[in-house]
């Protein structure tokens, strides 16, 4: 089935065909969490709604013709004060640079956002650069925007800043429809004097010498400027995006997008970044390489409320992604990941929701008759999950996932009755990433029970199994009291798949031992807070393919490593 995909574009407002740059290498960008504190559940909307996107996508133009890019923000005023306030002493003797402040600072947030987000059932993007790892990229672009008369040093009440010249770009407020001249000074703009425009932004603002920064040389009128600071807010997603979705990968694009320099696919994030944040990407990237446009489709999700009212600690309904998963703080019980992802699914991406209690029951409704459903086909010969055209072209429609559940819902009642519709609700279950443990692990065991199936239909479940159980809790939920795994998988690489041969490989004992070895030692360095080393053997398990994840011990606080193979 040829699939016409179908974007809701903000920078057009209009439903448009969706064609990629290059179908062979589709490119997605999406705005990351700022790692200052845990995530909200607000939060978690974009990255539940851009992890369907990625899914559809995969299944598309498939896995590997994908990459996702989603960011880490940990350049923030506040993780910055927070660095020094804890780590000043070991910056300012050297034995720790900024950098490695920051990422001590931030290391428990981000695990916390990881695991947050794995509970929910999203896939990891292909790439999760970090602000801190793209300081030089930043540095780099503002120093085009200086050389093309896009921006100015101008000195403010603060010191030194690099400020973007609105006026500088004729089509300004495309994305917004927000026109420059409507920006002027009023009762609700302060204007300040060191501004050419009321609406010009910050590139890089100058620290004082006893706040956080980085060193950083510009050329403004022939004149050479260190200013000693830090980037402003919108200049690393530029940066970010460009590094991972153009220039390590573009000796790989295809001649067709090489033609068209600096440009993607897709970018998202939530409503509210529409201005200033989206719209000041635009400025910056189209004016540093001169082209027309940053990406293509621009979307957006909605906003979130509480029970009926905005979401804020004054209001006394903020609550984190943890504290549902975890906590009884949300309608006096803890709620499965499953569960809430499904309750953001229930309403249009683009429309705003009402996460309510009620509406989680409803969720959880949903959940418990699909597998009580599935459940009837526990050692079903010849179970395998199939692709059902029908959902895919709902989905297709511009994310229409409330559709999408409504079709699953009639496939589950004659799923009852059939074994036909239960493989393709299963099929349907994991393309919206809704596949809990314990119907995986049914299907996953019908299938490689089965003597009716090819290795080549056995693989595609357990690929599919593989990829839905880490993201809820580890292989290890999959893998556990099933000795036979190994004759299945052994069977399975004789279809010479490179997937199954790496774990092969990753399940000798060897290669477990030197695992175990290196998580003893990067344990060792972690506590005796040596970053360096302890970053250099993460980074040296990732190049082997072998990604770790940092995580607490619920009953006894201690903390401890995972790791899983990336595929």
Same mark, same amino acid.
């Given at each position: ?8 574009? %903000? ?67 506040? +993780? ?25 600072? %931030? ?31 930043? +540095? ?226 949903? +959940? ?108 290890? +939920? ?12 052994? %069977? ?35 506590? %005796? ?39």
């Amino acid at each position: 089935m040829a699939v016409s995909l179908k974007l809701y574009n %903000t920078l057009t407002r209009d439903k448009v065909d969706f064609t990629p740059i290059d179908p062979e290498n589709v490119r997605m960008y999406v705005c990351g969490p700022t790692v200052y504190d845990f995530a909200h559940i607000g939060n978690a909307r974009p990255v539940i709604v851009f992890d369907v996107l990625y899914r559809l996508l995969r299944h598309v133009y498939g896995e590997s013709h994908v990459t996702y890019v989603r960011n880490i923000t940990d350049v923030d005023d506040k +993780i910055n004060a927070r660095a020094l306030r804890d780590f000043g002493a070991q910056i300012a003797d050297g034995a720790m640079t900024l950098n490695e402040a920051i990422r001590a600072v %931030t290391g428990k947030t981000e695990s916390q956002f990881h695991a947050d987000v794995a509970a929910l059932g999203c896939l990891k993007p292909t790439v999760e650069p970090r602000a801190t790892d793209n300081i030089g990229q930043m +540095i780099a672009i503002i120093q085009r925007l200086l050389d093309q008369g896009h921006a100015y040093v101008a000195s403010g009440s603060e010191g030194h800043e690099v400020l973007f010249a609105t006026a500088s770009m004729a089509d300004y407020g495309q994305l917004s429809k927000r026109k420059l001249e409507d920006q002027q000074a009023g009762a609700r703009i302060a204007v300040e004097a060191h501004k050419m425009n009321p609406g010009d932004f910050v590139l890089w603002k100058q620290s004082a010498d006893t706040e956080p920064g980085w060193k950083a040389d510009f050329t403004f009128e022939g004149e050479k400027v260190a200013i000693y600071g830090r980037p402003g807010w919108h200049i690393e997603c530029s940066a970010m995006s460009d590094r991972y979705l153009w220039e390590e990968i573009k000796d790989r694009l295809s001649p067709k997008a090489k033609a068209r320099p600096h440009q993607f696919d897709i970018h998202g994030g939530g409503l509210d970044l529409i201005f200033p944040h989206h719209e000041n990407e635009i400025a910056q990237s189209c004016c540093a390489f001169d082209t027309d446009v940053m990406a293509n489709v621009w979307m957006h999700n909605g906003f979130l409320q509480v029970e009926g009212r905005k979401m804020s600690k004054s209001e006394g309904n903020f609550v984190t992604i943890n504290e549902l998963l975890e906590t009884d703080k949300f309608g006096g019980r803890k709620w499965p990941g499953e569960v809430l992802r499904l309750a953001m699914l229930m309403t249009d991406y683009k429309q705003p929701i009402d996460f309510s209690i009620s509406r989680l029951r409803e969720a959880e409704a949903w +959940i418990k008759n699909w597998s009580s459903v599935l459940s009837l086909i526990s050692g079903t010969q010849g179970f395998t999950p199939r692709p059902d055209e029908n959902l895919l072209r709902i989905l297709s429609n511009d994310l229409n996932t409330v559709e999408a559940l409504h079709y699953l819902k009639s496939l589950s009642a004659s799923a009852v009755a059939s074994i036909e519709p239960a493989e393709r609700l299963v099929w349907g279950l994991n393309l919206l990433g809704l596949l809990n443990a314990d119907v995986n692990r049914i299907v996953f065991m019908s299938a490689m029970t089965s003597n009716t199936l090819t290795s080549a239909e056995k693989e595609d479940v357990l690929r599919m199994a593989l990829a839905s159980i880490s993201a809820h809790d580890g292989v290890r +939920i999959l893998l556990k009291d099933h000795p036979m795994l190994p004759t299945y998988m052994e %069977t399975l690489a004789h279809a010479g798949k490179v997937l199954f041969q790496e774990w092969q490989e990753a399940f000798d004992s060897g290669h477990l031992s030197d695992i175990s070895l290196k998580l003893r030692q990067r344990s060792e360095y972690l506590a %005796t807070k040596q970053f360096t080393e302890a970053d250099r053997i993460r980074d040296e398990l990732l190049a082997k393919g072998i990604q770790l994840k940092d995580g607490k011990d619920k009953e006894t606080g201690e903390r401890f490593t995972t790791w899983e193979l990336k595929r």
